[in-house]
């Protein structure tokens, strides 16, 4: 367990003067690893290359969580191959990224980010912004439909 | 501070011929109050009181074929003309369309919506907190905790446009939340949502949220799969909201995106389901015109299982040569997809109890609310989300044990499609953008394809 941080890390956010501030992680950022998106697709004997996000749900305790994608890819033997039709992939949050074994390095990094990323009861919306790269992750379960 | 019809109507009117002598020929202004006062309490006694108030003021012009909008929440008349000079430095900005929208003709009387309660608008957080101390004595003697908030104020809207249009709308608001969790774990729900908290009962609401979290010690866990189960009306609402602008909206069906494209005049639904939006009725809570300025109507959606209507606003009403329901929406607020959609449904409620539902099902679930509900395909009305606050497990006809929180994904077609009883709780339910009145219902198709840890 790692130590809490001694005194407040400058996290409390509201969207409006009238709302109470509360504990916001809206720029949480991914270090680069190394290597680009070509060459950790290569490296990936089967898989799936999930591309940008359409849809997003997690629990009251943000552990598990769905994430539809806007394109997903099968990959075989190191190259991407067949367009899948409403990619989207689940897990546990701790556990999923326990399972990342990759991440691609700085030329592939880009800000991402949502305007409505909301918290709290009553709701309040944030934009958030997230500087991530390109990442792999083992044993994620993909393809959940009704 | 709200602002008062005549004072409402007056910036809107000013609004619109500022940017008409700025050389807009198309023109609307919404001017959107709020002020309201939230108590929030938590491990049984109040945290925090705020007072909080949000007037803005959206402007929306054409200057040729283009558009151009913009808002502020100053109202002097250095800050209207500024207003009007960003519409038109955005609508330059912005590229030429083929058709300007529509706008909406004057009306010499909207309908009428009883909702204005003096005792709930001015409120004050001492009355706030003592409604909290009645619900939260009737918790005292136990170990579940406590934890929500009350809203109590007023909203207000007017609307002008250049046509010749001016409507203004005031009505009280009131939420009351109660969230409990017991030591096991076990938590429970329970809300009033209405125009009025004068006949708000607070120890009710606390009773129904705090036995439900001391139901069981324990959690069983459950296997994923398929499962009959009972819907509570909060969770019936959030799936009925999701139906609402995926398959209700005349955009979806125009552009047949929608997962209700082509059903217009089917047989989707079993004949004891019929599902109205119904934004007048003295139970639920809405304006009497729409953000456009368009009187609201009752629209019937589905009725006997078979799919009837959808909801426009001008834009689609004229492409679809028709008129507009009154569902435009305000230009803030975009959800997944564009165009009206119907926020102010009514699924008829029928005569079986909550208790009648629960003893109807061999082995199923109960579920208190959903949370975190998402289209994972839009097309088809697939959705993805989780319970919470009160998941059980039905065998044999009664409650039998407390399970986690699960992960569902559902269309919310097809959830409806195989419904097999209706309640006859009508409750008023909301969350995001909805305000749904809803009964529990019992459905055959409820899929269980995860759970929290």
């Not at chain 1, 109470?20 to 990936?44: K, Q």
Request: hydrophobic content about 35%; charged content about 20%.
């Amino acid at each position: 367990m790692p130590e809490p941080a001694q005194g407040s890390g400058g996290h409390a956010r509201c969207d409006t003067w009238a709302r109470p501030p509360i504990v916001r992680m809206t720029n949480i950022n991914l270090e680069p690893g190394s290597g680009s998106l070509d060459d950790l697709i290569a490296d990936t004997r089967r898989g799936y290359l999930f591309e940008g996000e359409r849809s997003w749900s997690i629990d009251d305790r943000r552990l598990n969580f769905a994430i539809g994608a806007q394109a997903g890819r099968e990959i075989v033997d190191g190259r991407p191959g067949r367009l899948l039709k409403n990619p989207g992939y689940t897990g546990i949050t701790p556990r999923v990224w326990g399972s990342c074994d990759a991440v691609t390095g700085p030329e592939e990094r880009g800000v991402w980010g949502l305007t409505g990323c909301g918290k709290g009861a009553p709701m309040q919306n944030l934009h958030v912004g997230h500087a991530v790269s390109p990442a792999r992750f083992r044993g994620l379960k993909v393809g959940v439909s009704s | 501070m709200m602002l008062g019809q005549d004072r409402a109507q007056e910036l809107v009117s000013r609004a619109v011929e500022v940017t008409r002598d700025g050389g807009a020929d198309y023109i609307v202004a919404l001017y959107s109050g709020k002020d309201e006062g939230l108590t929030r309490y938590c491990n049984d006694a109040v945290q925090m009181s705020t007072e909080y108030s949000q007037p803005t003021l959206y402007l929306q012009a054409g200057y040729g074929n283009r558009l151009g909008a913009a808002g502020t929440n100053v109202f002097d008349e250095i800050s209207l003309s500024r207003l009007a000079g960003q519409t038109r430095i955005l609508a330059a900005g912005s590229t030429d369309r083929t058709h300007m929208p529509r706008l909406a003709p004057p009306v010499r009387t909207m309908p009428g919506v009883e909702s204005w309660h003096p005792e709930t608008a001015g409120m004050s957080p001492g009355e706030r907190a003592d409604i909290i101390a009645r619900a939260v004595h009737e918790g005292e003697e136990g170990e579940v905790r406590m934890f929500g908030h009350l809203v109590s104020g007023a909203e207000e809207r007017a609307v002008a446009n250049s046509e010749g249009l001016v409507a203004y709308h005031a009505g009280s608001v009131g939420r009351f939340q109660v969230s409990t969790i017991a030591p096991s774990g076990g938590m429970g729900f329970a809300r009033f949502v209405g125009r009025s908290l004068d006949g708000v009962d607070p120890p009710g609401i606390a009773r129904r949220a705090l036995d439900k979290a001391a139901l069981f010690d324990t959690f069983t866990d459950l296997v994923p799969g398929e499962y009959e189960a009972v819907l509570e009306p909060e969770a019936t609402a959030e799936i009925l909201f999701h139906l609402g602008y995926l398959g209700f909206g005349a955009a979806g069906h125009l552009n047949e995106s929608s997962c209700l494209s082509g059903a217009v005049g089917e047989q989707v639904f079993p004949h004891f389901v019929s599902i109205c939006d119904d934004p007048l009725r003295k139970d639920q809570m809405s304006e009497p015109f729409d953000p456009e300025g368009v009187p609201r109507r009752r629209v019937q959606l589905v009725e006997r299982g078979t799919v009837r209507g959808v909801v426009h606003d001008l834009n689609t009403a004229a492409q679809a040569g028709t008129a507009s329901t009154g569902h435009g929406r305000k230009p803030e607020g975009v959800w997944f997809t564009d165009g009206p959609y119907a926020r102010n449904m009514v699924l008829e409620p029928a005569t079986a109890s909550r208790q009648e539902l629960i003893s109807r099902v061999n082995r199923g679930l109960l579920i208190t609310r959903l949370h975190y509900t998402r289209p994972l395909d839009a097309s088809s009305g697939v959705l993805t989300g989780m319970t919470r606050d009160g998941t059980f497990l039905i065998e044999d006809g009664v409650i039998a044990a407390m399970l986690p929180n699960l992960r569902f994904t559902v269309s919310a077609v097809d959830l409806l499609a195989h419904i097999l009883d209706i309640g006859c709780d009508l409750t008023l339910a909301t969350e995001y953008f909805h305000m749904n009145l809803v009964p529990s219902i019992r459905t055959r198709h409820f899929r269980v394809t995860g759970r929290t840890e």
